[in-house]
């Protein structure tokens, strides 16, 4: 069983930037591939980024499009840890993100790879 925790959301302005945390219990983190998604009221849960292993201490990271060039995803295995830099935040942003972990996920773009789920952090972008 992995438990998540979320961390680091809140209320920041157009072009701004937060970074979101995931600390994951569990001792295989460092196989697990992890990912962020976010969802708006009324909408499906959307894919954001994914880190997943790619053998030896070699990691490799995908983005959506929309976030692409703005986002950062990283792990810090040592504190079973994954981050999201997100910078030049735009209002169309704004959404509960959650993180994910996935034991045999392949590149990490779908929620169905995933078996275990955050309970969610809001980021909102003022304009």
């Known amino acids: 069983q992995v438990q998540l925790v979320e961390s680091g959301g809140g209320l920041v302005q157009a072009g701004g930037s937060l970074r979101l945390s995931c600390a994951a219990s569990?001792?295989?983190?460092?196989?697990?591939?992890m990912g962020w998604f976010r969802q708006v009221p009324g909408k499906e849960r959307e894919f954001v980024a994914s880190?997943?292993?790619?053998?030896?201490?070699?990691?490799?990271?995908e983005y959506a499009e929309s976030v692409k060039g703005r986002f950062g995803i990283s792990r810090d295995n040592a504190k079973n840890t994954v981050y999201l830099q997100m910078n030049s935040l735009k209002p169309e942003d704004t959404a509960v993100y959650f993180c994910?972990?996935?034991?045999?996920?392949?590149?990490?773009?779908?929620?169905?790879?995933?078996?275990?789920w955050g309970q969610g952090t809001q980021v909102t972008v003022s304009s």
């Open positions: 569990g001792r295989t983190f460092s196989s697990y591939t």
């Open positions: 880190v997943r292993w790619r053998g030896a201490n070699t990691y490799y990271g």
């Open positions: 994910a972990a996935g034991r045999y996920a392949g590149a990490g773009r779908q929620l169905s790879e995933y078996q275990y």
